[in-house]
């Protein structure tokens, strides 16, 4: 069975760090795209980050520069380092995978739109809080 979950995420004060990581299974890791989607309180979905399986990135135009992107195919993780946080980095992160040769069916995930239908594995999300 297909498995995503998020770890990390916590409190920081805004121009601070923090991490948050995801480790999958149930599926081919090392041949999946992954991403990170974000959703602030009243606020749609929004496409963090991803990585493709060929290691090739996609950032937001509100995180590029601050935002880091990584992968470990032999851990199955993926990471996003969040580096100078601000308060509108505060939101729930979710792990998404578009998942190759998957051992179980996809799930509807948390986020609608066109661009969430590529991913269809979510992890349960992690919460992260910056204040100013």
């Known amino acids: 069975e297909v498995s995503v979950v998020e770890s990390g995420g916590g409190s920081v004060q805004a121009g601070q760090s923090l991490s948050v990581a995801c480790t999958a299974s149930?599926?081919?890791?090392?041949?999946?795209?992954m991403a990170w989607w974000r959703q602030a309180p009243g606020s749609e979905c929004e496409l963090v980050s991803t990585i493709n399986a060929d290691g090739s990135t996609y950032y937001a135009d509100s995180v590029k520069g601050r935002f880091t992107i990584s992968r470990d195919n032999d851990k199955n993780t993926v990471s996003l380092q969040m580096n100078r946080v601000t308060p509108e980095d505060a939101a729930l992160y979710y792990c998404?995978?578009?998942?190759?040769?998957?051992?179980?069916?996809?799930?509807?995930?948390?986020?609608?739109?066109?661009?969430?239908?590529?991913?269809?594995?979510w992890g349960q999300g992690t919460q992260v809080t910056v204040s100013s």
């Open positions: 998404a995978a578009d998942a190759t040769r998957p051992t179980s069916p996809r799930k509807s995930g948390p986020c609608r739109g066109g661009g969430v239908l590529k991913f269809g594995y």
């Open positions: 149930g599926f081919r890791f090392g041949d999946s795209d």
